[in-house]
């Protein structure tokens, strides 16, 4: 096996050891929780159970582009409850910014679409937005891109925006991939670094929207993974040298860095 022991300190040694230069993270909304961003699918707290206002037939529909189409409203209400303000990266970004200024990190896979990773100053070539994000926008029916000083001011007045290109008038919509969308072209050219990589960290996701949550399989056999999350997800922990760490993300990353002697590094770079 790869590990000597199925634990942090082990994993912490295992990147010490000079074998480690691939690391590939794979993030969900629980990495943005302590920042103040809901998660979906806590109970209580998650934004799938706070929906009610919206009158929506299913939780989900307020991300899914046929009810989209029919009823755009409940979207863009979220969307400015939603919209990336003043929030800061959370210590479990610092973390992933810590390993790949170390030079070892190969690529993140992020479900986020609050753009903490880029505001944390990971490299953008170290980047995949899944599920796109808020940064840009395009209308729904010509593709035409849309300016965000405009989507920002219609999604402040509540009001519906529509493209400008002539004669076209679609509905148009921030660049996050809703269910009956795929995803961006680079989430499966970089889909390989998963098989390439020496360790794979999972943190903060319920692992339940597809194909995202196939990525952790796509690992070898002898490649550990290790798992940061309240809960055990996507049955992590099923192989030899899985790793779970059933702790808030913060206190995970913080104790995986005290192992590996960086704590001090990783909370200067925090406080920046
Ligand atoms: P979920 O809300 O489904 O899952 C969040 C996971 O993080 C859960 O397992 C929580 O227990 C855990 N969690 C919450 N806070 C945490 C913390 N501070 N530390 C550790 N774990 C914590 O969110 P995602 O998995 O990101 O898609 O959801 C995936 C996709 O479903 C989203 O990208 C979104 C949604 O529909 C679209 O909008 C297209």
């Not at 609050?114 to 937005?129: F, K, M, Q, W, Y």
């Not at 309240?230 to 779970?244: A, C, K, P, Q, Y």
Request: net charge neutral.
């Amino acid at each position: 096996r790869t590990l000597a022991k199925r634990t942090a300190s082990a994993v912490a040694d295992y990147i010490r050891s000079g074998h480690v230069s691939k690391v590939v993270f794979m993030v969900g909304a629980g990495v943005s929780t302590s920042a103040g961003v809901p998660d979906f699918r806590s109970p209580g707290t998650g934004l799938y159970a706070n929906l009610a206002k919206l009158n929506l037939p299913y939780p989900e529909a307020v991300f899914d582009l046929g009810f989209f189409h029919k009823n755009p409203k409940p979207f863009f209400t979220l969307a400015k409850e939603l919209y990336p303000g003043e929030i800061r990266p959370t210590v479990a970004h610092s973390f992933m910014k810590l390993l790949c200024d170390k030079g070892l990190v190969s690529q993140i896979f992020t479900q986020n679409i609050d753009c903490l990773e880029r505001v944390a100053g990971i490299p953008s070539h170290l980047i995949t937005e899944a599920h796109g994000s808020f940064a840009t926008h395009s209308c729904t029916k010509c593709k035409a891109d849309y300016p965000d000083d405009l989507m920002k001011e219609n999604i402040e007045k509540l009001e519906i925006p529509h493209c400008n290109t002539p004669r076209c008038n679609g509905v148009v919509k921030p660049d996050i991939v809703f269910f009956g969308e795929s995803l961006p072209t680079r989430f499966f050219q970089h889909m390989t670094k998963v098989a390439e990589a020496d360790l794979v960290i999972i943190m903060g996701t319920s692992l339940q929207v597809m194909p995202f949550a196939a990525l952790p399989q796509q690992a070898k056999e002898e490649t550990p993974r290790v798992l940061i999350n309240l809960e055990r997800v996507g049955g992590i922990g099923s192989r030899r040298d899985d790793v779970l760490m059933l702790d808030d993300c913060d206190s995970g990353v913080r104790r995986l860095a005290k192992y590996l002697g960086w704590l001090d590094d990783l909370e200067e770079l925090w406080a920046k």
